[in-house]
C-alpha cells in the first residue's frame, strides 16, 4: 500500500535474532523439511518442559522468551531442543527453583 | 473488542527489541505496515506479560490481512498475508 513505501528496508531494522520472516540470508537454501527422528535426550527436554508447565513452574511463553534471548551463535550453533534446555535452565536459576551450584552437580554427575 | 472485520490498521512502528528483553509476538516485517482486520479471534493473556510469568491482562487478539507484494517484493498482485496480531501493536489508519 502507497503509505507503507517509504518505511525503511526490512534488513535495516532491529529485528530480533529469532525473528526471521523474510529474512533474505535464508531465501537462498532449500528448508530441510524430512522428518527428523527424536533423540532420547530430545523426549527428555519435551518432558521436562511439560512437568514444568503442569506444575504452574514455568510456561511456554517462558521457553519462547528465554529461546528467544540467547545470543545469535548459540541460538543458530544448538538443536532445537538445546535451546529449550538453555531456555529452561536460565529460568530456573533466575526464578530460583534451582541453584548455579546444584545445576553443576546435577551436570557433573553425568560425565 | 475496537476493531471491526474491515477495519484499517497499522501496525505499531515500534521495537521494544532496543529496550531490553521482551517477548514480542508481531512480526518485524509488519510493524509500520497498513492491513485489514479480518476477524476478531478472542481474548487472550497478553504473552508480553506470561513470558516474564508477570500477571497478563486479557487482550483482544485479530487475524490482520496485509498485501504481500510491498512486504517481501515477491508475490503477484492479490497474494496476501495473514498474521494474528493482539490490539495493543495496531492503530486505526
Known amino acids: 500500500m502507497d503509505e507503507d513505501a517509504n518505511l525503511p528496508p526490512p534488513e535495516s531494522r532491529p529485528r530480533a535474532t529469532h525473528d526471521l520472516g523474510g529474512v533474505s540470508r535464508f531465501l537462498c537454501e532449500p528448508v530441510d523439511t524430512t522428518p527428523h527422528a527424536l533423540t532420547e535426550f530430545d523426549r527428555e527436554v519435551d518432558a521436562l518442559r511439560q512437568i514444568l508447565g503442569m506444575r504452574g513452574i514455568m510456561g511456554v511463553d517462558e521457553l519462547r522468551r528465554g529461546v528467544e534471548a540467547l545470543p545469535e551463535e548459540e541460538y543458530f550453533g544448538l538443536s532445537y531442543y538445546q535451546r529449550w534446555i538453555r531456555a529452561i535452565s536460565a529460568t530456573l536459576l533466575r526464578k530460583s527453583v534451582i541453584t548455579e551450584a546444584e545445576l553443576r552437580t546435577a551436570i557433573s554427575e553425568l560425565s | ?93
Open chain 2, 1 to 93: 473488542m475496537t476493531f471491526a472485520a474491515g477495519a484499517r490498521v497499522r501496525v505499531r512502528d515500534d521495537w521494544p527489541e532496543t529496550r531490553g528483553p521482551c517477548h514480542i509476538r508481531t512480526p518485524h516485517y509488519l510493524r509500520g505496515r497498513t492491513g485489514v482486520v479480518v476477524r476478531h479471534l478472542g481474548d487472550f493473556p497478553n504473552p508480553e506479560d506470561l513470558a516474564f510469568a508477570r500477571p497478563a491482562e486479557r487482550r483482544p487478539l485479530y487475524h490482520v490481512r496485509f498485501a504481500q507484494p510491498p512486504i517481501w517484493h515477491e508475490g503477484h498482485e492479490g497474494d496476501d498475508v495473514q498474521v494474528e496480531i493482539f490490539e495493543h501493536w495496531l492503530e486505526d489508519a
